[in-house]
């Protein structure tokens, strides 16, 4: 069936380093949206790329859509505390006249001591 | 304030006893989701609704039904809940009932989460 797979699962990381997430869909997306979720809370939408090669931009944060609109990634620039959490892609696709969210499994970012 | 609010936020119940999860939306979404979630697998989604009196089976429907009788309320049935649907649970909404594609605004809100254990 239809596949998100999301890299990797957990990513150790010292406060002010920098972490990276990628998405690799078996088919080409409509769109792709990222998602956070914090420790005990629930996912919050953060952004969706639509465009083949899209680059966006908050803050320390930068999301690409690749140019076969297969693979996504979310990169993070010195991390802080508050980046904490796991970070969850979500590709849209058209299936039966509907549209569908596929969803990655999610990878946790965690901040070592 | 806009939300998705979801009851109760936990719950332990026993092997066959029959339980319900509510799920409301104030922002009248004509779509809404249930999904569980469990570690290494993220969200898989269980039922979902087009729109009222439209509900359709997601990847995971086994041992779950939904019913949407208006727009606002999703709720969750487990009519025997089994140890293998303990899991925390998630409800999400999100405005229009399909997106064309490269739709934008198409973002899910969800709910703070209904953390269940059937023992």
């Known amino acids: 069936g239809q596949q998100v797979m999301q890299i990797p699962q957990y990513q150790h990381v010292q406060e002010g380093e920098d972490f990276t997430t990628y998405c690799n869909s078996s088919?080409?997306?409509?769109?792709i949206q990222w998602y956070k979720q914090r420790p005990g809370g629930h996912p919050v939408f953060l952004i969706q790329l639509v465009k083949s090669g899209e680059v966006k931009k908050q803050k320390r944060l930068t999301f690409q859509f690749g140019e076969a609109k297969k693979n996504s990634s979310l990169h993070i620039t010195a991390t802080q505390t508050t980046d904490v959490g796991t970070y969850f892609c979500a590709g849209g696709k058209n299936m039966d006249s509907n549209y569908q969210l596929i969803w990655g499994a999610g990878t946790k970012l965690i901040i070592k001591p | 304030e806009a939300q998705v609010t979801q009851n109760p936020r936990y719950l332990i119940t026993v092997t066959g006893k029959k339980l319900t999860v509510t799920c409301s939306q104030n922002m009248n979404h004509e779509y809404m989701s249930w999904y569980r979630q469990d570690p290494g697998l993220g969200l898989r989604q269980i039922y979902y609704s087009m729109n009222v009196e439209a509900t359709d089976k997601g990847d995971v429907p086994e041992g779950y039904k939904v019913s949407r009788k208006e727009k606002r309320n999703f709720p969750l049935i487990l009519e025997s809940p089994s140890p293998n649907q303990t899991s925390l649970y998630f409800c999400a909404s999100r405005p229009s009932d399909w997106g064309a594609l490269g739709a934008t605004n198409e973002k899910l809100f969800f709910g703070s989460g209904t953390q269940l254990s059937v023992l």
């Open positions: 088919t080409t997306l409509s769109n």
